[in-house]
């Protein structure tokens, strides 16, 4: 079963700001959260992965809460491109495999 | 290679009949996972292997699925006597380790069982 919730759609204007949030309320000490994101019908395509600490890289930051029971992903500048569906996955502490819940379709409008 | 290749693209399959999926990792990366996703979203862990050997397969169904990592050749994914059911898209990752890393997902191959 998925770990997380997410909104099943968001809309963000181009140029702002997107922030897509994700629940996992059950997560456990040594889950670690993951952020991949599917354009259109290809593979998916990583974002960024955190424990407790944000963490920031070239495509996004990552702000988990102090209890861990929440994550917000953040894309500082949306393009049109950025438009595709968002997963917040909590990945297994011990099979290592990507559990994965239904995801955010993310629009970028103009 | 840099990138995960997945072979076919497209695969359509009559029911009851065999299907067989390639995948080659990244070169130097020691796991191999596969993932079936079904109706466009829901992504489902099948198996996954370290080098030749299976690392997790609470996912895989076991009486049609089978998968295989042999040495200096593509790892595969078969399905015996395909079902309607086994229409999906089916995604290859690899990484080069388990632990706190990220997984580089191939290209796909769609499965349509008619």
């Known amino acids: 079963d998925a770990k997380t919730t997410q909104p099943t759609s968001m809309d963000c204007a181009e140029g702002r700001a997107a922030n897509l949030p994700c629940n996992h309320s059950t997560i456990s000490g040594n889950e670690y959260v993951y952020w991949y994101r599917q354009i259109h019908s290809q593979g998916p395509q990583y974002i960024i992965h955190?424990?407790?600490?944000?963490e920031t890289n070239e495509m996004a930051s990552l702000i988990i809460t102090e209890d861990r029971k929440s994550s917000t992903l953040i894309l500082p500048h949306a393009t049109l491109r950025d438009t595709a569906v968002y997963y917040c996955?909590?990945?297994?502490?011990?099979?290592?495999?990507?559990?994965w819940g239904a995801g955010t379709k993310l629009i970028i409008k103009p | 290679g840099e990138e995960v290749a997945q072979t076919p693209k497209h695969l359509v399959r009559g029911e009851g009949q065999k299907a067989k999926l390639y995948c080659a990792p990244i070169k130097g990366h020691s796991y191999v996972f596969w993932y079936q996703q079904v109706l466009k979203n829901e992504f489902k862990f099948l198996i996954s292997?370290?080098?030749?050997?299976?690392?997790?397969e609470t996912g895989m169904p076991k009486e049609r699925f089978s998968a295989k990592c042999l040495p200096n050749s593509p790892c595969s994914l078969e399905i015996q006597a395909t079902k309607l059911e086994d229409s999906a898209v089916y995604f290859c990752?690899?990484?080069?380790?388990?632990?706190?890393?990220?997984?580089?997902f191939g290209p796909g191959t769609r499965l349509t069982v008619t």
């Open positions: 292997f370290q080098n030749e050997n299976v690392f997790d």
């Open positions: 990752a690899s990484s080069p380790d388990a632990f706190n890393y990220e997984q580089y």
């Open positions: 996955i909590v990945r297994g502490d011990s099979n290592y495999q990507l559990i």
């Open positions: 955190g424990l407790k600490n944000n």
